[in-house]
């Protein structure tokens, strides 16, 4: 009868660390005992009598075990039970080191681990209605580093950047655009990797094509069109949602030197002449009159006003731990393609911890943790043969030969359909599809991701029902994981993926007017067509929607 | 605002923007083109449809099944869309209309009779949101009253007169957006600019048309 129970307790412990996401290593019997004797469960307690205290591994935790569940562990089994079980519960924050004394060391005879508050609080309700509600709460406070701010960007209001000359977007939280081919989508989702560029003052060929900018000639960045008085600024304001007053942020970007392709464009609301330091000014502007008086240098108008201009020292290292500032400077639009994702050409964009490109993969995704990783496994029902993701951190599967090419990715997956001594196939090997959607599931769930960003012509690769049920998964992991994006795509099996009875979810139409001016406009349907009797993307191809050539 | 489109062929399209862009200021993006369009594939092309599934029928077929219409009706867009209804009387006859006297009240007669046969094909009085484009007895009559061709609705064959009006000697008209776009240029204009022309204010249906549009659509605008 006795064991029995002491089975069935350590069943359910083994259950709880599973739940927790544990990985199945760290189900074992050592680890079921650890977790037992840190909450202080016995066979006939029920767990939501567990309590925490503060443990010795071989004076409270072994003696627990052996008096309680009629252990015979030795001391000299204390290293097992610090090695397989306590290091991963302070990894997954289930247990703390130390924590009546943390300057003790790892050596010491006093050293001592408690539960966290945090897992017994969760273990506390496990068997009730609430167990799945704690095991979610868990999985999302555990790691600090994946807490949410819910900051959104609402509105963008862009002047004057290249296609659109005067256009305001209300976002939503998880936005699509559609339109003809050069209508300007690409341009929207450029202009807000403009603002994020000035506002660190990186505004440059390198700045912007880092965030996957097409950079330009200063008179073809800013808007150009025929009976029109070109600008000499490109103007940019946003406005975030807090839970205060709206945040607002304005930029009047423009070239120091217009005449110079290369030129750095500076942000008239960053750097306002009567913001600069007198002193500052005074001592460039002496410089400058000595190089004209030693006739060192040639210097015009453009080229004093842009010295004047330069940015200081101080001013350079804005802060990012706003997290506006945070959010516009991260941002960046990603446009895969498959030789990147697969590894098998050098890295182009320096943009970390994923490239523009699909660059970065299988790393971001070996640091995932635990929380993240669960996440991920959902990626496995979209693929019938897919079995397992696997990282190989070591690359040893390089020297079975599984990867002849030239690919530097880590990144392998199994087939459930192949033979088991011969199913392992590298991102190198693998349909690019699994690649493409391996990406952006990581993108959406990383914590080390931006928290807002761009995807051009998502579509890319993809089946399209995959590319409905991606969306629809990409559009829930938006919410759970605080992202906010802007996509494009010109296939109409990504807009049935979209709830546009949900707020949060966007489809916008992006066009040229009579002038050319890139012009965009939300589509939303009445209420009272809850039941419309066609998918979004057959209305598209209709061209119900607009954002189709009608001329032919 | 935005404006949806259903006509028997691209280049009617383009007349009937450059008059609703002229009357009301909205521009290329506020126009959606509903029909005409390809309705089948390169396959069914190649087994013998039509490549373009336009022309009287399918204005006729769309108003009954209302694929189009509904698509773009159940958009919310500020409760200020129009739908623009596209036809050419040329081809009347085989439709359940009696006969009506060519004769002074023949224009009006034949585009109320028209009117009431597009509310029974919808099934539903859709008046309020519907613009009605009922040219007598083609587009190309309107394009002949702006090239000062007076009761250019008793052309028999307005495009034939079209041609012959433009100077169209070798090349014949063929009809398309861009060219009706530009050749239609003038009735880009406002309301008070078209009813000053007294070859536009002598062709009813085009007349008829303009008067709907200063009635429906632009008081939207200034409440707008």
Known sequence: MMTQKIDSKIEEAQNILAELGLKKQHHNRICALTLLALSSIKPDDKWQDAKKSSQIISKDIIEFVNKEYLADYQPNTRESFRKNALKPFLDYNIALLNPDDPSLSLTSSKTHYALSDLALNTILAYNTDNWDFAVKEFKLKQFPENSIDGILLKTININSYKSILDDKIELGRFNVFIGENGSGKSNILES???????????????????????????????????????????KISLEFNTEEAPKIFESTIYPANKNDIYTRWVDENKYPLEGIDRDLIKSKIKQIIDEINNNTNELSVDNVL????????SNTSDSISDPYQKMLTEYAIFDLNTRSLRGVTPSESRKTPLGLNGEGLDLLISSFNAYERDFLTQCEEFFKWLDEIITDKDDKNKSLGLKPGRSTSTLYFTDRFMLKKNNILSAENSNEGILHVLFYLALFI??????????????????????????????????????????????????DGLNLFDESQRLFVVSRNSSGHTITRRVRFKESFKDKPFKISEMWMRGSLGGVPDNF | MIIGIISEGHSDRAVIVNILSGMTGLTNESFIALLPQYKYDATDIAGGRNEIHGGWNAVKDECNKRIFIDDFLMQDIDDENFLVIHFDTAESAQYPIGHINKDGIYCSTMREQMIILIKEWLKEDLSDKILHAIA???????????????????????????????????????????????????????YAVLKSNQFIIDDPSLNAFLDEIAEKVIPKLVNA
């Open chain 2, 136 to 190: 007598i007895e083609e587009t190309e009559a309107w394009m002949l009253s702006l090239n000062k061709i007076k009761n250019s609705w008793k052309s028999a064959n307005p495009k034939r007169k079209l041609e012959f009006t433009l100077n169209y000697k070798t090349d014949k008209l063929e009809p398309s957006y861009d060219l009706y776009k530009k050749l239609s240029l003038g009735l880009k204009e406002s």
């Open chain 1, 446 to 495: 990383s914590n080390k991701t931006p928290k807002l960003f761009a995807i051009d012509n998502i579509e890319t690769a993809l089946n399209p029902r995959l590319c409905q049920r991606l969306v629809m998964e990409l559009a829930k992991l938006s919410e759970l994981r605080d992202k906010q994006v802007l996509i494009t795509t010109h296939n109409p099996a990504v807009l």
């Open chain 1, 192 to 234: 807000l990797a403009a603002i994020g560029a000035v506002k660190t003052d990186d505004f440059t060929y390198d700045g912007l094509s880092s965030r996957g900018v097409r950079f330009a000639r200063p008179d073809l960045m800013l808007s150009s069109f025929l009976n029109a008085k070109q600008e000499d600024s490109i």
């Open chain 1, 306 to 313: 842009n010295r004047l201009l330069e940015p200081s020292e």
